[in-house]
């Protein structure tokens, strides 16, 4: 199993970026996603989540309505659409597989998943 994100990279504020995670090994069409980010000094955070049916997601609230989840089956792909980014949002960007196939829900504590990318980083600084 493996997950490898992309898109990465230095933004200003006000900017948007679009991360992209591919899976490889993975029943990726039957597995939840989660996309989770990690800051210098601060512990992992969850950032937000889609369902394996791609037909719910869930964002944490210091996120909401700025970013956006989508997948695609075809292409084994889970993205993480950031727009109107602030300095708060720099850190380090990770997605992650659910260990349960078909959840019914958008698992959102660390512990429901078991597969990780390496992560990307996300720069936000004028």
């Known amino acids: 199993v493996q997950l490898v994100e992309s898109g990465g990279g230095l933004v200003q504020p006000g900017g948007s970026l679009r991360l992209s995670c591919a899976a490889f090994?993975?029943?990726?069409?039957?597995?939840?996603m989660g996309w989770f980010r990690q800051a210098p000094g601060k512990e992992r955070e969850f950032v937000g989540g889609?369902?394996?049916?791609?037909?719910?997601?869930y964002y944490a609230d210091s996120v909401k309505g700025r970013f956006t989840i989508s997948s695609d089956n075809a292409k084994n792909t889970v993205y993480l659409q950031m727009n109107r980014l602030k300095p708060e949002d720099t850190a380090v960007y990770f997605c992650a597989g659910d260990r349960s196939l078909r959840r019914p829900v958008v698992p959102i504590g660390g512990p429901a998943f078991d597969s990780w990318g390496q992560g990307t980083q996300v720069t936000v600084s004028a």
């Open positions: 889609i369902s394996w049916s791609g037909s719910i997601t």
């Open positions: 090994g993975f029943t990726f069409s039957s597995s939840a």
